[in-house]
Each structure stands twice: as structure tokens, then as C-alpha cells.
């Protein structure tokens, strides 16, 4: 019998319930992701503007106002999300780290949270500084203000996935970075959801990084979001410098495109 680690079943969400500013973010919105040990599914997430798309994401991880869903429920692992849950870790577009911490206390900061002692969670810092490619010797050291954007996402993912969640919700990451910079992260991100095998929902507005990074792309209509398609994406089999030259990777993107237009001109 297969398990799922979230499903969204006929969920709402309206704020300002009974005023006359009462606005409807998401409506009957219904999904299943199914749990896959050993992997997981990365879940690429499309729409504009004011769909819901952060809504959906936030009410997976817990966080109010978004949480918990006017109508409907939202479950992980089977069971209702109550709040905010170790299992479940999260990367926003801005850069969150603690000012007033170096990268190092950045990272560790979750097990030090979790009670763990200072050796242990320098050294599993240590050795997250390096996977997500910074230097330990270089940048262990620095606060967030000397570090580029590209730095600092670094650091993120790196306090996040230190910490093993089964679920990484991932809100526009990359959205302020140049695009060299950001198809580096794209690549990084890749090579580290292979070794973590968690599940991924990653928003994005660009379609590129949605076919590329996908196993399965969820598009949303103009708000009040609706989940109007989910399109399945085969693993690609061109090298990432390659990819966008690659004409099923084209063919995908152009597919994608109509429909996300289609979707405006008719919400329009």
C-alpha cells in the first residue's frame, strides 16, 4: 500500500474570513505526493503572481497566517499538519540568515537548537560548509554582509539540509541571482537532493528551472489558485551545460509556456 508524505485534500484558504476585505489565496486545491525511500520527488511549481504558490508551501510547513487552511487538510506523513516540525525545512528568496552570526553558527544553528554539543555540530557544520561549495578555511568565519547573494543561499541551504528534513520547501531561492550564479545553484541543488533524498516543492517563476529542476510540475491558475495541471518530467539525459540546447528539454519548455499563457489570458 503506498503512503503519501503530502496530500492537500480540498484545501481553501481565506483571509479575513466574514470581513469585507476577505480575500480567497487558494480554493479546492487536491494532491498527492507519494513517499519514495531512498529518493523522493522534487515537486517545480509554476503560476502567477498571487496564486497561492508561497501559500501552498507555508501551509505544508506549518506557518501562520497561511496555516492552518480555512477549509479542507493539509497532511504530512499521513497525519495533519499542527505546525512547524523538524521533519520539514524551509529556503526563502531572501536571505535569512542571523546577521549577527558567522557562517559557521548560521549552519550549525539547527543543531544547536536540537541540544547537540558544540563539537559535534561544528565539525557536521564544517563539513556542510563544504558540500554546498564555500571554503571552511575562507568562509566559515564571515557574517552574511560580506558574503554575495549566491553566498548566502549557500549558507541556507546548507543550515536547512544539515538538519535532514524529509520535506525541503524552497520559495524562489534563486530568484535574485544572475543567471550564471543561479545555474550553478540549480546544479548544486541537484547533486545535493540526490544524496539527502528528501521531497522537494520548489517555487519558481521561470519555466526553465521548473523543466530542469522537476520530476513533476504543478501549475496554478490566476488567484484564487487552483491546481490546474501536474505534468510529469523525465529525467533529463544531457549534461546541465547542455541542457537548454537540448530540443525535448525546448519541446518541454514551449509546452509549458502555451499552457501558462493560456492560463493568463483566460484568468485575464
Known amino acids: 500500500m503506498k503512503k503519501n508524505i503530502v496530500e492537500f485534500v480540498n484545501v481553501s484558504k481565506t483571509y479575513n474570513v466574514g470581513s469585507s476585505d476577505a480575500f480567497t489565496a487558494i480554493q479546492d486545491v487536491t494532491f498527492e505526493i507519494e513517499d519514495l525511500p531512498g ?3 522534487f515537486i517545480t511549481v509554476l503560476g502567477p503572481s498571487g496564486c497561492g504558490k508561497s501559500t501552498i508551501l507555508r501551509m505544508i510547513a506549518g506557518l501562520e497566517p497561511q496555516h ?15 505546525g512547524p516540525g523538524p521533519d520539514r525545512g524551509m529556503v526563502f ?10 557562517v559557521l553558527d548560521n549552519v550549525a544553528f539547527g543543531l544547536e537548537c536540537r541540544g547537540v554539543d558544540r563539537a559535534t555540530r561544528y565539525e557536521k557544520a564544517r563539513e556542510w560548509i563544504q558540500r554546498v561549495g564555500l571554503n ?6 564571515k557574517y552574511p554582509h560580506e558574503l554575495s547573494g549566491g553566498m ?13 528534513p524529509r520535506i525541503i ?19 548544486l541543488l541537484m547533486q545535493l537532493w540526490r544524496d539527502v533524498e528528501a521531497t522537494v516543492f520548489f517555487v519558481t517563476h521561470s519555466i526553465e528551472e521548473a523543466v530542469y529542476l522537476g520530476d513533476r510540475v504543478f501549475i496554478f491558475s490566476r488567484g484564487p489558485g487552483r491546481l490546474a495541471h501536474q505534468i510529469p518530467i523525465p529525467p533529463s539525459t544531457v549534461p546541465t551545460r ?12 514551449l509546452e509549458i509556456s502555451e ?10
Request: charged share 25%; hydrophobic share 30%.
Open 39 to 41: 529518493k523522493g520527488e
Open 242 to 253: 547542455e541542457v537548454h540546447r537540448d530540443p525535448e528539454f525546448q519541446r518541454r519548455v
Open 68 to 82: 492552518p487552511p480555512t477549509t479542507g487538510a493539509v497532511l504530512v506523513s499521513g497525519k495533519p499538519v499542527l
Open 259 to 268: 499552457i501558462v499563457e493560456q492560463l493568463e489570458s483566460r484568468s485575464g
Open 93 to 102: 528568496q531572501d536571505y535569512t540568515s542571523f546577521d549577527n552570526r558567522t
Open 136 to 141: 571552511v578555511q575562507s568562509d566559515a568565519n
Open 152 to 164: 548566502r543561499q549557500r549558507v541556507a541551504i546548507a543550515r536547512t539540509l544539515i538538519l535532514h
Open 169 to 187: 520547501l524552497m520559495d524562489e531561492p534563486f530568484g535574485a541571482l544572475d543567471p550564471h550564479t543561479r545555474q550553478q545553484m540549480q546544479d
